[in-house]
């Protein structure tokens, strides 16, 4: 049903607070389905639709989603044009608010504020962030065991990379790591590069 009603308004250019629910909602569903070009797209519309129509009851959350997808794509230039373009009412709304911490802790590498972030995500920002987690888990494994010598244990590690101690095990085995007596030798790893 959407994404007929989706189509029809793309193609008729109608623009209205219809057709912003229209693309909020394919959005969502994007999300859901882990579609990350299909939220773009509607993102790209909804960005458009917003100028148009300031009053839209979720712009400032779907403008939340769009700096976490700028954090998602390493966009660095379109994250400071969002930024420079919140007014004080939107630096206020709880979701932009969570996203500008998250933003934060993602510009100065902080990996332990931003998998707590996370687990606080308001709405469908978790969902956001999800496109990019992982990544940043991974570098967040490399500088633990860059950082610590001769070993880490699993406790810290999963603390650190805000995972359960099974599900960060599980994780590691993916890579080839493995713990001994709850340990993880940071030597033998420190040189792995992980894709």
């Not at 569903?29 to 300031?54: H, M, T, V, W």
């Not at 373009?85 to 933003?103: G, I, V, W």
């Amino acid at each position: 049903m959407y994404s007929s009603l989706f189509e029809k308004a793309k193609i008729q250019c109608i623009r209205t607070n219809f057709t912003v629910n229209v693309y909020e909602t394919n959005a969502r569903i994007a999300l859901e389905q882990g579609d990350r070009e299909e939220f773009n797209q509607c993102q790209s519309q909804l960005k458009l639709l917003y100028k148009e129509l300031p009053d839209s009851p979720n712009c400032h959350e779907f403008t939340s989603y769009r700096l976490l997808y700028y954090i998602s794509v390493a966009n660095t230039i379109d994250q400071t044009t969002l930024l420079s373009e919140l007014d004080e009412k939107a630096r206020k709304d709880p979701c932009l608010m969570f996203s500008l911490k998250t933003r934060e802790a993602w510009a100065l590498g902080n990996h332990v504020k931003l998998f707590r972030l996370y687990q606080e995500a308001p709405r469908m920002a978790s969902y956001v962030m999800d496109l990019f987690l992982e990544r940043e888990r991974k570098a967040a494994l490399n500088a633990c065991l860059k950082s610590f010598r001769p070993t880490i244990s699993v406790k810290l590690l999963a603390s650190r990379l805000g995972l359960e101690e099974s599900k960060l095990c599980e994780w590691l085995a993916t890579f080839g790591i493995t713990a001994d007596d709850g340990k993880i030798d940071c030597r033998t790893h420190s040189n792995l590069v992980l894709v």
